[in-house]
C-alpha cells in the first residue's frame, strides 16, 4: 500500500510564496513521475507540473513562469515552489505519483489527498 502525503498549504495574500512538499511511503520499489495539480472550484483538474526521476520537469500553462517543481529522490519527496501567488491560483493542489510497488513490481498511479492553497487580500 501507498500514501501520498501533501502539506504546505494554507492562506497567502497576492504576491506571496508558498511551498508544498508531498512525500510517498509504502511498499515502493520505485518512484517515477512526480507531479502536481490542481482544482478550483467547478473547474477539472489540471496538470501543474510534473517531474522525472532524472530530474526533468514539464510545466502545463498553469505552473509556467512562476512555480518550480523539485525532488528529493532520497526522501521520496516532491515539492512545489509557488511565487507571485494569484487569486486565480485559489485551489486544491493534488500530489499525483507513478509508483511501482512491493512485491510484484507493478506500476500504478497515486494520488494524495489533496491541500487547499487560498490566495485573498
Known amino acids: 500500500q501507498v500514501q501520498l502525503v501533501e502539506s504546505g498549504g494554507g492562506f497567502v495574500q497576492p504576491g506571496g510564496s508558498l511551498r508544498l512538499s508531498c512525500v510517498a511511503s509504502g511498499n515502493i520499489f520505485s518512484i517515477y513521475e512526480m507531479g502536481w495539480y490542481r482544482q478550483a472550484p467547478g473547474n477539472q483538474r489540471e496538470l501543474v507540473a510534473t517531474i522525472r526521476e532524472s530530474g526533468v520537469a514539464t510545466y502545463g500553462d498553469s505552473g509556467k513562469g512562476r512555480f518550480t517543481i523539485s525532488r528529493d529522490n532520497a526522501k521520496n519527496t516532491v515539492y512545489l515552489q509557488m511565487d507571485r501567488l494569484k487569486p486565480e491560483d485559489t485551489a486544491v493542489f493534488y500530489c499525483?505519483?507513478?509508483?511501482?510497488?512491493?512485491?510484484?513490481?507493478?506500476?500504478?498511479?497515486?494520488w494524495g489527498q489533496g491541500t487547499q492553497v487560498t490566495v485573498s487580500s
Open positions: 499525483g505519483a507513478e509508483i511501482a510497488t512491493l512485491p510484484d513490481i507493478s506500476v500504478s498511479k497515486y
